[in-house]
């Protein structure tokens, strides 16, 4: 299911491994258009996600974690195609499961973004970026109802 309203689109540059028992760790290319910015903004990023490990003590869950890549040639790009560049300075997200014991599934989200903007001016990034991040716990909830 579309949890990120904002996706126009997302391709997998190069994967490095893709398994259940290893994990995924691959390198993408997004493109997002939030409202406030005038234009699309490009993605890529280094992402590795696994599942965490009971044994020892992580819990039931998984982790992942993302990182912004850039390179020159990806720079010219997207001042050829005007498009706007941003770097995912860090993103980690922890998904795990909770036993409070009385019989109810319940999970324990935990994330944390550190994001460079450079064509978002800082009053506006202060503003919206409580209600992104609100918006986005939402969008996953709604998404695995």
């Known amino acids: 299911k579309e949890y990120n309203m904002m996706s126009i689109s997302r391709t997998d ?81 922890i998904i795990q499961e909770l036993d409070a014991g009385d019989g109810v599934s319940r999970t324990k989200f935990t994330t944390v973004t550190k994001v460079f903007t450079p064509g978002v001016p800082l009053f506006l990034a202060r503003r919206f970026g409580p209600k992104s991040s609100a918006q986005y716990i939402c969008n996953i909830r709604n998404a695995l109802a």
């Open 13 to 93: 540059e190069h994967v490095f491994a893709s398994s259940l028992a290893d994990g995924v760790t691959k390198v993408m290319r997004s493109l997002t258009k939030p409202p406030i910015v005038p234009k699309p903004i490009e993605l890529l990023t280094i992402l590795h996600s696994r599942k965490l490990n009971e044994d020892k003590g992580e819990g039931r869950g998984w982790l992942c974690v993302s990182r912004a890549v850039r390179g020159k040639a990806d720079a010219e790009a997207l001042s050829e195609n005007h498009i706007s560049g941003t770097e995912m300075l860090l993103g980690v997200n």
